[in-house]
């Protein structure tokens, strides 16, 4: 027990009841890298999030003032006796990856604010137009300039006073009006300043004084050119700096900038005053107009016009116009097309040259074809017409329609494409013409994060290099001047230090610029993590979800390494974890089981980790210690004999690669993060399938062609996306178990009696549902900054359905008890029950024993999820020839769990099907029948075929990191 003298060294958790927990008493010591284990299920994320970093946010929600609280509402307690020595806690956890498009890397780790910042202070401006560094323009300038519109130009000199600012402006319009003007423009509409203006003081206003009306002279006399100078200066000194002439002779009327400060000498070009705010695409002031800062736009892709080019026309190749069907208009018009260009019509679509590609799917341009058709009444007429091309009439069609429905369908023929005027580069052409050291920010931000920070080396010569050091503050680096290194030494450290800290959590290979939507739970997890390393906060509780997912072995020491820099800092960490380096570099260990579900909640070993080895009941120990392992197969499967082949990849870093997939084998894609495996694998092989096999509209990544794609009937993707975004969603839904279910109970005498059909067990509509929760068993409270939490319903108290309902029964359990069962519980109970069994066998047989059959989906985490998915395609009849994708399905697996799912893609190949899988876990590796490493590094330094064959050829090859994993996994020495 505990003394209490010493227990400000440790955290203390006594009675934690919270989910499957017994009763759990456990001490924790402060300012330690705590490691919690244990198989999948048996309490590790109910100790860890919901009772220790539950408590710690409700403590610090009633810490608030009352005023605060009356907005956040009230926080459950979790089912804890008392938790003692309890610092605040940060949570960073795979979830809360932000789903805005506007959102990046830069964004989310505040470094392309630091650049910002950066580039508005230090760099260098230039001419949009011409490139030449800009100029200042004087008062004489801007005259010269002005005098040499057209004769005959009417225009009016504007002093701008307030630029997209909030407010009534009262004052500046009193302003205006003592200084003797008689004229101002309001918002873009010119006012007399005696007239009575009234601004709305919560929307962006924009005022300019008028300070003269000019109409340029034939002769251009010195007179005239005297007045426009006196105005000129006149709003020069209003405005500070900047004047507008507003050219009313142009229609529409248009605005030329003139700055005593910046201005293109050649091109009369003025440009706005640099801010950081000019750099923003996520401002009106620095976005690209056209895409609105997005970089993106919708647009029509001939792939997905025509997705399957093996096709001819005549079979229907162009699958937007459906013209498979061989009626309508649209098909003679094709046929009409074919005849007067030559064009055949029963050739696949890829022996078409690019000139009959082109008049198909852009038009004949003013070239005229005659089209024949039959009218309602049979008779045969003729015409001449020019023919619009697919796209341009979809585009026409999209620009026109006033039905969603219309807009739904050619939507699905359309992609993201870089926007043409920025390039995808988010800003305007101002921001895009500011350079430091020749460089423009958007190319700092599409360069690797490893790149990058040798280039902020290089501009600063190395100085920050010791992050210990103060910032040197001698002679500027060779790349700035003075002026320039002492206004940005401090920002190119911040971004330094910063830059520093994500390539030692192995994210070096992302780029800043990356949307955080295409983020991955492990790599989400990791930024946050090099975030709140460089807050340098100390005292605090963190409370990881296994940080080392996405991670190839040979970045682990540098990720652990970043843990233990946060606990030297003076910090506590709480990791659940299951990789084996990471539980040998804990300072302490506590493992959770000794089974999941119900059969789990229990300490079963806590200390150091020849503690754990030594615990007889630790499943974790008998795994670190090598009484058990994952045997290494006796033999590779040789395959079918067939093979698909992926030619000419080279979507994102892919280098122009041919890979070849070995059919009827287990293949594992490996290599270090952001080698191009997901790029490989899921953006080219499975997208370019899914269009030719089951007709999908997902654009398929930049290659050549595939080879092979005939020999496969089916394929499909597992991935780790949540199997339903609200809680009516879960396990039984989607694995359709709750159909027969459902069936079962609308069979009981009790519900023929009462006249239930199989409709009033689903809480998915009205009848059987409770109306209260809508069926959702809870209720959804909004917590503004913090995270919605759901409580249950307090009038079914979160069963989902009303009383009459659940007086129903089979067996004694109602359809909500039903429910609350366990899969291994459900097992047992409806074993005699076939529809049942079966598809409840699936989930036993990829480790999800324990969860319930109505867990709703967001409570399962990313590797639980994709597992239901496997369960149900386990349960459905196999044809011996389908392709299954899985991107890293280990995610969240302990490695008896490991040994289980190994297990279940055995039993697909062995079916004669062919599992493909990304893979980092040494213990999966080593018993795949072919290997594909993708290498040697991770962005602009990867994408190449670093090795192929089985484990144990690829365990020779001297330039693969896999390859010197698996020489140790394969001679069962330590992974350490």
Request: hydrophobic share 35%; glycine share 10%.
């Amino acid at each position: 027990m505990l003394d209490r003298s010493d227990s400000k060294n440790k955290l203390v958790v006594r009675g934690a009841r919270e989910h499957n927990l017994k009763n759990v008493d456990v001490e924790i010591p402060r300012d330690h890298m705590v490691v919690i284990t244990g198989i999948s299920g048996s309490g590790k994320s109910s100790l860890a999030f919901d009772t220790v970093y539950a408590e710690g946010q409700r403590r610090y929600v009633e810490s608030l003032s009352a005023y605060a609280r009356q907005f956040l509402g009230q926080m459950e307690k979790p089912d804890v006796d008392q938790i003692e020595g309890l610092s605040p806690a940060i949570s960073i956890d795979q979830r809360g990856v932000s789903h805005n498009p506007r959102s990046t890397v830069g964004t989310v780790t505040e470094i392309y604010d630091y650049l910002r910042l950066l580039y508005a202070r230090v760099g260098d401006p230039h001419c949009p137009r011409c490139g030449r560094e800009v100029t200042q323009q004087d008062a004489q300038q801007i005259v010269d300039a002005v005098m040499g519109m057209e004769p005959g130009t009417r225009f009016q000199i504007l002093a701008p006073l307030i630029k997209d600012r909030k407010g009534h402006h009262q004052a500046i319009l009193d302003d205006v009006r003592k200084a003797g003007f008689v004229r101002v423009r309001v918002d873009g509409e010119v006012r007399d300043v005696d007239e009575r203006i009234e601004l709305d003081r919560y929307k962006m206003h924009t005022i300019e004084a008028v300070v003269d009306r000019l109409v340029i002279p034939e002769d251009g006399g010195n007179g005239f050119r005297s007045r426009l100078a006196d105005s000129t200066e006149t709003a020069l000194r209003l405005s500070d700096g900047i004047v507008i002439v507003n050219d009313v002779s142009s229609t529409p009327a248009r605005d030329i900038l003139y700055s005593e400060r910046l201005a293109c000498p050649v091109c009369s070009i003025s440009l706005p005053e640099i801010e950081p705010r000019t750099f923003s695409f996520n401002s009106p002031h620095g976005a690209c107009p056209e895409c609105e800062g997005l970089g993106t736009q919708m647009k029509l892709d001939p792939e997905l016009i025509v997705p399957n080019p093996d096709l001819s026309l005549g079979e229907g190749a162009i699958q937007a116009w459906h013209t498979e069907r061989k009626q309508g208009y649209r098909w003679r018009m094709i046929q009409a097309v074919c005849d007067h260009f030559g064009i055949p019509i029963d050739v696949p679509w890829s022996e078409l040259n690019g000139a009959q590609q082109r008049i198909i799917l852009h038009g004949s341009g003013d070239e005229q074809i005659e089209l024949a058709y039959v009218n309602r009444e049979g008779q045969h007429r003729r015409y001449r017409t020019q023919y619009e091309g697919v796209i341009p009439n979809l585009e026409r069609r999209y620009r026109e329609t006033d039905s969603d429905y219309v807009r739904d369908k050619i939507e699905r023929f359309m992609t993201y494409r870089p926007c043409p005027a920025c390039g995808g580069a988010r800003l305007r052409p101002v921001a895009l013409a500011v350079t430091i050291a020749g460089e423009s920010i958007d190319r700092l931000t599409g360069w690797p994060v490893n790149r990058l920070l040798a280039w902020i080396d290089e501009l600063s010569d190395g100085r920050f290099q010791d992050m210990s050091k103060p910032i040197e503050t001698s002679e500027p680096p060779d790349l700035l001047s003075m002026k320039q290194w002492q206004i940005g030494r401090r920002v190119l450290k911040e971004i330094h230090d910063r830059l520093h800290f994500l390539a030692n959590v192995g994210l070096g290979y992302l780029t800043l610029d990356r949307t955080a939507t295409t983020l991955a739970g492990g790599e989400a997890q990791r930024i946050r993590l090099a975030t709140q390393i460089g807050s340098r906060l100390v005292g605090v509780l963190y409370v990881l979800d296994e940080p080392s997912i996405g991670l190839h072995q040979r970045d682990q020491a540098r990720l652990i390494d970043t843990l233990h820099e946060m606990r030297d800092l003076g910090n506590t960490l709480l990791v659940v974890e299951h990789d084996e380096a990471t539980i040998r570099a804990a300072d302490w260990i506590i493992d959770l089981g000794p089974g999941a579900g119900k059969h789990g909640g229990e300490i079963v070993a806590s200390g150091t980790v020849a503690d754990v080895v030594d615990a007889p009941g630790s499943i974790t120990g008998a795994y670190l210690s090598g009484r058990r392992r994952i045997p290494i197969p006796e033999r590779r499967r040789e395959g079918n004999g067939h093979g698909l082949v992926i030619r000419g990849a080279r979507e994102h870093n892919l280098k122009d690669i041919n890979v070849s997939i070995p059919l009827g084998r287990f293949v594992c894609i490996t290599g270090v993060s952001g080698s191009g495996k997901s790029t490989l694998l899921i953006d080219t092989l499975y997208r370019r399938l899914a269009q030719f096999i089951h007709g999908s509209h997902e654009p398929a990544g930049d290659h050549d062609h595939i080879q092979g794609s005939e020999l496969v009937d089916k394929v499909i993707n597992i991935d780790q996306s949540p199997i339903g975004r609200t809680p009516r969603s879960n396990p039984a839904t989607y694995t359709s178990l709750f159909t027969p279910l459902r069936e079962l109970f609308a069979s009981l005498p009790e519900a023929k009696v009462r006249g239930y059909e199989k409709g009033r067990f689903s809480f998915n509509v009205k009848g059987g549902r409770c109306e209260a929760c809508k069926g959702h068993g809870t209720l959804q409270i909004e917590m503004q900054f913090l995270p919605d939490i759901f409580i249950p319903c307090d009038v079914c108290h979160g069963r989902r359905y009303n009383r009459e309902t659940l007086q129903v029964r089979y067996k004694g359990r109602n359809i909500a008890e039903v429910l609350d069962m366990t899969v291994d519980e459900a097992a047992d109970f409806f074993a005699n029950i076939p529809t049942l069994k079966r598809k409840l066998k699936t989930l036993r047989d990829v480790g999800l024993g324990y969860i319930t059959l109505g867990q709703p989906s967001p409570t399962l985490s990313g590797g639980e999820a994709q597992r239901v998915k496997l369960s149900r395609e386990l349960s459905k009849q196999a044809t011996g020839q389908t392709l299954y994708v899985l991107d890293e399905p280990s995610v969240g697996l302990h490695a008896a769990d490991v040994d289980k799912l190994i297990a279940v893609l055995n039993r697909l190949v062995d079916a004669g099907n062919t599992v493909v899988i990304i893979e980092h876990h040494p213990d999966i590796i080593k018993v795949a029948d072919w290997i594909i490493d993708l290498g040697p590094e991770g962005g602009d330094a990867g994408g190449e075929v670093v090795a192929e064959g089985t484990p144990e050829q690829v365990a020779q090859i001297a330039g693969s990191h896999t390859g010197k994993v698996l020489e140790h996994v394969l001679n069962g020495e330590a992974r350490l």
